[in-house]
């Protein structure tokens, strides 16, 4: 009976029309999968159009198996006589046509996957992925750039800085106003382009530039806002006041602003206004604040002491100076979980806790002292949910604040949330366009999605925006390793700075032929990195797919307490062991689900390193 209805498909060209179908359909999902993207399609589209498709076959089988086509056309299947002459032609036409357009269908794969996505790449790599295009920035856009300092004195650098990014700060609370952030703006201090350039790649129509002379008792500042297009002013004052008048100063400058723009100077719907000033007006605590954010900008180990010392001369001089205890507590846990351990880091921790605890209780609506809180809670506790509860209520507070979205974004992805994750990093972006970081971690979320070409754009773009730290190149080597390259793999490894280095080439040597060369560097990485880097010796010998090592070494990871555990849920090569009971024990004993969006990706070993 089975073997007589087989006979019957193939008599009527079901199966050839089964595959002439898959065939047809593949060639559909190559070539909208490659055209519709250049045409800004929505993501669903193309996803529409595999559903369509698969929805399709069907219909199609049961058309076959109804009519017959015959060179009068269409009929139904029992008004045809049969002749095998005929029908033995029309099997060859089909087999034709399923031949043709699966060479099609090959070619235009390789079109893509060779010619295309390269290209593609390339031209992310130029421009990043959050970077505008010429005429697209929007007109209610602006960007701050470094203040000038004119005073003729170095050690007056952190003044022209602070008051820069204090009028960052005010205009932020201009109704609808797009204003770029510190760390992207700050990439332009003492640039050569135009105005036209700067503009295109931070995003933004409008640029407010000048120079801050302080001296004694006086100040004066020169301001000018700059139409980026074409490089006419809309407006420029210099002003010379007392330095007592300082807060007038900027506020008098952000109104002309706001006027020039036709803004309008409100906070933002539903959100407490956010200040950098002490509430006491105290000159001195302000003053020993912003050389606070100088040195804490810096990121060093003596920086950070520097800048806590700082902040405690802030808020000494003003008690009830929040901002300063947030950004006190921000710069303890950023120096203990990047320089220290064992009892040291402990006793900065608790350092951070109090500071964040104090500056709460001064203001329960800073958004600072939430983002400080969630740092706090991820970095010494690995309380994941209450890292993201906080850094859900700084963004409530600071709805247009870039760093609180990109502190929700590593939460979310701690948590195993990708997509929201990655959609509150592009945001983050928006306004941040030229910040380094942002793009690492963008990249290593889109990584975790099977997007890689995407993500190697974005690591790229971090590269480029900052190529001596440390871990870069490191995200591109496992992008590498996804794609099966283990020569681009090393070639990105041996880039990496010092520090990372050992890491970066123990992961990349295990995707080589050469195993005595993959277990000297694993050998080497354990030797130099046990006490720091225990996470990414559990990542090496995942890669190696050695269960047992991998688990034992994620145990000394959570008994050095080791941040690296907050990238488990988006590791390609941990998540291999997804299944592995001892996955779903190691998750509760730190306290994560053990759900997660992101892909434990295959690992292809067939391109060799070669030295």
Known sequence: MSRSFLTELKRRNVIRTAGLYAVGAWLIVQVTGTILPMFGA??????????????????????????????????????????????????????????????????????DRFVLTPRRESAAAQTGPSESKPGSAPENSIAVLPLANASGDKDQQYFSDGLSEGLIVTLSRL????????????QFRDSKDDSKTIGMKLGVAHLLEGSVQHAGDAVRISAELINATD??????????????????????????????????????????????????GNLEAYAAYLQGKFFSARSGEADFRKAIELYAQATKADPRFALAWADQSRAAVSLAAAFLDGAAAQ???????????????????????????????????????????????????????????????????????IEPAIELMQQSLATDPLDARSHN???????????????????????????????????????????????????????????????????????????????????????????????????????????????????????????????????????????????????????LPTTTTAKAMPVPTQKANKT
């Not at 002013?233 to 002003?239: A, N």
């Not at 507070?397 to 701690?414: C, E, M, T, V, Y």
């Not at 998540?575 to 024990?585: N, Q």
């Open 42 to 111: 929505p993501e669903w589209l193309p996803r529409s159009v595999v559903v369509l498709l698969a929805v399709g076959l069907l219909p199609v089988l049961v058309f076959s198996w109804v009519y017959e086509l015959t060179p009068e056309g269409l009929k139904r299947e029992r008004d045809v006589e049969r002749d095998e002459s005929i029908t033995h032609e029309t099997g060859q036409r089909m087999n034709r046509a399923i031949f043709v357009l699966l060479l099609l269908a090959i070619g235009c794969f390789v079109l």
């Open 175 to 186: 109704q609808g106003l797009k204003v770029i952030g510190r760390n992207s703006a700050f």
């Open 231 to 280: 490089g006419s002013t809309l407006w420029s004052e210099r002003y010379d006041r007392p330095y007592r008048d300082l807060f007038a100063l900027q506020d008098e400058i952000t109104t002309a602003v706001a006027s020039a723009l036709k803004a309008r100077l409100l906070p933002q719907p539903n959100a407490p206004m956010q200040s950098d000033r002490p509430p006491s």
């Open 347 to 417: 006793e900065m921790y608790a350092r951070g806790r109090s500071a964040v605890d104090t500056a709460l209780k001064l203001d329960p609506d800073l958004a600072a002292g939430y983002a400080a809180q969630s740092f706090l809670l991820l970095s010494a506790d690995l309380d994941w949910t209450g890292a993201e509860h906080a850094a859900r209520r700084a963004v409530q507070l600071a709805p247009n604040d870039g760093q609180a979205k990109a502190d929700l974004s590593r939460d979310l992805a701690a948590l195993g949330q």
């Open 441 to 591: 971690w963008l990249a290593q979320y889109l990584r975790a999605l099977g997007r890689l070409d995407e993500a190697a754009a974005a690591a790229r773009k971090a590269i480029e925006l900052q190529p001596t730290a440390g871990s870069m190149h490191y995200q591109l080597v496992i992008i590498e390793i996804m794609r099966g390259d283990g020569k681009a793999a090393l070639e990105a490894a041996q880039h990496e700075p010092a520090g990372w280095q050992v890491d970066a080439i123990a992961l990349a040597r295990q995707v080589g032929g050469d195993r005595a060369e993959a277990d000297a560097a694993l050998a080497t990485q354990v030797e130099q990195d046990a006490a720091a880097g225990a996470f990414q010796i559990a990542q090496t010998y995942a890669l190696r797919n050695d269960a047992d090592k991998t688990f034992e070494w994620l145990e000394r990871a959570l008994s050095n307490r080791d941040p690296g555990i907050s990238y488990l849920l988006f590791d390609p090569f941990i998540l291999r062991f997804r299944d592995d009971p001892r996955f779903a024990a190691f998750c509760k004993k730190v306290g």
